[in-house]
């Protein structure tokens, strides 16, 4: 269902003819990546042609829900043949990717924050506590196609349009837009969702969950528990518009 289209805080748009839906954590649901993208095609398609359009999904793609692995050769696959796609980096594959560099001390971290669902996907058997602590590692690289693992490797941690800057969790209060670290961009909470100055840009952003797409002077939270709640999320933005579409 569409939500209503609102006016954006102040002059704040999109890039001029820029059509943009920023869709929120997946986590490993393909069922409602899916469902979500359909409904996009729906709305997108009701607007007429743009003379730009872009599907950014704000990092996340993995972990905690049931079909990780699909989600990742699904969306690596479309990446390859069209420029409309752009999948951010989130913190899940950033350590998904630190496992995969034989970071030891990640792996307890990710198994017990998604990891599990992600190996269970994936065909990995869950390790035993008696098992060397490399092995992990060699096993993710076996199961994980090396094209798909380099595709990882190169997620942006950011994205830009008009107004907008889009990333998976937020940026630092006081920090240039520019200057911001890759461990805020991927992991800060508290400091960003608490930030009521303004600096100059919207994030758009996913990481942190809320019952529905929170609207603020100077963000936009998309990330609505879709692993658990059933409802994965996506924001409309073009021009001064937008609007909230989600399964």
């Given at each position: 269902?569409?939500?209503?289209?609102?006016?954006?805080?102040?002059?704040?748009?999109?890039?001029?003819?820029?059509?943009?839906?920023?869709?929120?954590?997946?986590?490993?649901?393909?069922?409602?990546?899916?469902?979500?993208?359909?409904?996009?095609?729906?709305?997108?398609?009701?607007?007429?042609?743009?003379?730009?359009?872009?599907?950014?999904?704000?990092?996340?793609?993995?972990?905690?829900?049931?079909?990780?692995?699909?989600?990742?050769?699904?969306?690596?696959?479309?990446?390859?043949?069209?420029?409309?796609?752009?999948?951010?980096?989130?913190?899940?594959?950033?350590?998904?990717?630190?496992?995969?560099?034989?970071?030891?001390?990640?792996?307890?971290?990710?198994?017990?924050?998604?990891?599990?669902?992600?190996?269970?996907?994936?065909?990995?058997?869950?390790?035993?506590?008696?098992?060397?602590?490399?092995?992990?590692?060699?096993?993710?690289?076996?199961?994980?196609?090396?094209?798909?693992?380099?595709?990882?490797?190169?997620?942006?941690?950011?994205?830009?349009?008009?107004?907008?800057?889009?990333?998976?969790?937020?940026?630092?209060?006081?920090?240039?837009?520019?200057?911001?670290?890759?461990?805020?961009?991927?992991?800060?909470?508290?400091?960003?969702?608490?930030?009521?100055?303004?600096?100059?840009?919207?994030?758009?952003?996913?990481?942190?969950?809320?019952?529905?797409?929170?609207?603020?002077?100077?963000?936009?939270?998309?990330?609505?528990?879709?692993?658990?709640?059933?409802?994965?999320?996506?924001?409309?933005?073009?021009?001064?518009?937008?609007?909230v579409i989600a399964t």
């Amino acid at each position: 269902m569409f939500g209503a289209t609102r006016s954006l805080p102040g002059s704040a748009a999109t890039a001029p003819g820029e059509r943009i839906y920023a869709i929120g954590d997946v986590h490993g649901r393909y069922d409602l990546l899916r469902a979500l993208l359909g409904k996009i095609e729906t709305h997108t398609n009701s607007l007429g042609a743009p003379r730009s359009l872009k599907i950014i999904i704000l990092g996340d793609v993995i972990d905690r829900g049931p079909d990780s692995a699909r989600v990742l050769q699904f969306l690596s696959s479309v990446q390859r043949r069209t420029n409309r796609l752009t999948v951010l980096m989130g913190n899940h594959e950033e350590m998904l990717l630190r496992v995969l560099d034989g970071y030891i001390s990640v792996q307890r971290p990710w198994l017990s924050q998604g990891g599990l669902e992600t190996l269970e996907s994936l065909g990995v058997p869950v390790p035993a506590d008696d098992d060397p602590p490399s092995l992990l590692a060699e096993r993710l690289r076996e199961a994980l196609p090396g094209p798909t693992v380099q595709w990882l490797r190169t997620l942006p941690l950011t994205a830009r349009s008009g107004d907008y800057l889009f990333c998976h969790a937020g940026i630092r209060p006081g920090v240039s837009v520019k200057r911001q670290a890759r461990a805020d961009l991927l992991w800060i909470r508290d400091e960003f969702l608490d930030m009521e100055e303004w600096q100059g840009v919207v994030v758009v952003h996913g990481h942190s969950q809320s019952p529905a797409v929170e609207f603020h002077p100077n963000r936009i939270g998309v990330d609505t528990g879709a692993y658990r709640t059933g409802t994965l999320s996506a924001v409309y933005l073009e021009d001064a518009k937008r609007e909230v579409i989600a399964t």
